[in-house]
């Protein structure tokens, strides 16, 4: 005669499988262990030697990346805030334009054009625990 476990028997050892899974998936997959999230002061502190584009400085005093005005792309004053997400090597893989209001006026910045300058920049990677670990941050870009 087979006996049923009880539904708690059955719960718990689901539960533990469940476990199991996601501990393997950690194990096997260090990107998704790895990534942490840092300030802009923290992440432009590791800007590599050489490896902010020409138009960008970083302004320690403000934290926030400063680029050359124009008067197409970046007029004077115009401001954007970008997500920005680096790879294990330093390297932007993604910056986002999250600014919240933007409007059709000439004063705004061309936000595709500064996400392709964001793109450029190199990082010294960031060790956690003697391992390489991806990055997420937020920077502020001033046209000046």
């Not at 899974?21 to 590599?48: G, K, M, Y």
């Not at 595709?112 to 190199?122: A, E, K, S």
Request: proline letters at 5%; glycine letters at 6%; hydrophobic letters at 40%.
């Amino acid at each position: 005669m087979l006996l049923e476990p009880s539904t708690d028997e059955a719960t718990t050892n689901g539960g533990r499988l469940v476990l199991s899974v996601i501990c393997l998936l950690f194990l096997q997959s260090p990107d998704l262990a790895a990534h942490t999230d840092v300030t802009s002061q923290e992440q432009f502190n590791r800007v590599a030697p050489g490896g902010l584009p020409n138009l960008l400085h970083y302004n320690s005093d403000r934290a926030s990346l400063e680029l050359r005005a124009d008067d197409q792309n970046c007029p004077v004053s115009a401001h954007g805030f970008f997500e920005l997400n680096i790879n294990s090597q330093g390297n932007v893989t993604r910056a986002k334009d999250v600014s919240t209001a933007r409007s059709v006026h000439p004063k705004n910045m061309a936000a595709q054009w500064v996400r392709n300058i964001l793109m450029q920049i190199h990082f010294r990677p960031l060790s956690l625990g003697g391992k390489s670990a991806s990055v997420h941050t937020f920077a502020t870009v001033v046209c000046q």
